[in-house]
Each structure stands twice: as C-alpha cells, then as structure tokens.
C-alpha cells in the first residue's frame, strides 16, 4: 500500500466554528477535542481514515497573507464529494460564496473561502 495523507493542521481562530462548518457541509465528525502545544486547544474533525487538526494557540494571531507567495503556504484543501451540487448548496447556505467552477478530467470542482480565509476545494470524480 503506498502512503497515504493522515491529516493536516491549520491554525483557525475558532476551533470550535470551524469544525461546525466542516461537520455541516461535509458531514464529518469530531474525532478528538483538548490541550495542544503550547497551550493551546486543537479539534480534530474528519473522518475514520483521515482529518484536520484545527489549532488555535490561545493567544493573539497574525494574518498570513496570500499562500500563494509564501513558502510553505497552504494553498487550498481538497475535498472530493459524491454529490457536487448537494455540497454547494449547503456552502451557499452557510453563506460561503463559491467561484472557480471547472469540468475537466478527471472531474468536476468548485471552491470558496472560509472565515480564516482558507480555500477549499470541493471535487466530484
């Protein structure tokens, strides 16, 4: 078996929220919840195989600024779905704005942004 991703860590500044939002919108669940390092509180939310760690330091935060001109930015997460329609409609319920639709090999794909600013992608194959 080849190596597969386990999960990803972003800090968030609402743990708590975001995972309300990937739980609605994906269906996830949260996995574990508690400290984190350096005092911190982190949520995982996802799913038995894989998740996000969402972090929050319990202090003061700086934004990040454009991913995309930084080394090591998270650029954007992908999530691929059964049913693209069905998720952006509740994306759209949340009041997320989707963009970028695309139908290319191998599939078809929108994104948005979220509240800490992170882009997710949202694919059906």
Do not use: C
């Amino acid at each position: 078996m080849p190596a597969q991703l386990e999960h990803l860590n972003i800090t968030v500044a609402d743990p708590a929220a975001t995972a309300d939002m990937l739980t609605e919108i994906f269906g996830w669940r949260i996995r574990w919840q508690g400290d984190a390092k350096g005092a911190g509180f982190t949520i995982h939310v996802g799913t038995e195989d894989t998740y996000v760690a969402l972090y929050n330091p319990r202090k003061d935060l700086t934004e990040a600024g454009d991913s995309y001109t930084r080394v090591v930015g998270l650029n954007h997460m992908a999530v691929v779905v059964d049913d693209l329609d069905a998720i952006e409609a509740k994306v759209k319920e949340r009041g997320y704005e989707p963009h970028s639709h695309a139908d290319y090999e191998p599939g078809r794909r929108f994104y948005f942004h979220e509240e800490n600013g992170l882009e997710i992608e949202v694919v059906q194959y």
